[in-house]
Nanobody
Framework: QVQLVESGGGSVQAGGSLRLSCAVSGRTFSNYVLGWFRQAPGKEREFVAAIDWSGGSTYYPDSVKGRFTISRDNAKNTVYLQMNSLKPEDTAVYYC????????????????????WGQGTQVTVSS
């Protein structure tokens, strides 16, 4: 079993930045691809970013491309999401996810491709 614990959420004004962290334990960290999703009230869970085993390949949807950066530290068993130029529409609960396979972006955007999930951390962006 894999455990994921997110941290770093909070409230920020539009244009500000936050960095989310997700500590992963339970299995060999480098065996997993990692991702971030978010879910706003009344909406479906939405793909935000993904990173492969080595950190050499990443995916982002257009909604966050150029503003968000996913990275991983395999020595610390941690994945990060640096969020810059935040907008009110970025307000959501952010979830960290772990999976075993690296596929095309459209596949990685599906929640069904991910095996393990964290409990989420709230990000609120005010205008």
């Amino acid at each position: 079993q894999v455990q994921l614990v997110e941290s770093g959420g909070g409230s920020v004004q539009a244009g500000g930045s936050l960095r989310l962290s997700c500590a992963v334990s339970g299995r060999t960290f480098s065996n997993y691809v990692l991702g971030w999703f978010r879910q706003a009230p009344g909406k479906e869970r939405e793909f935000v970013a993904a990173i492969d085993w080595s950190g050499g390949s990443t995916y982002y949807p257009d909604s966050v491309k150029g503003r968000f950066t996913i990275s991983r530290d395999n020595a610390k068993n941690t994945v990060y999401l640096q969020m810059n130029s935040l907008k009110p529409e970025d307000t959501a609960v952010y979830y960290c996810a772990a999976g075993l396979s690296w596929e095309l972006p459209a596949a990685m955007a599906l929640t069904s491709r991910w095996s393990f999930w964290g409990q989420g951390t709230q990000v609120t962006v005010s205008s």
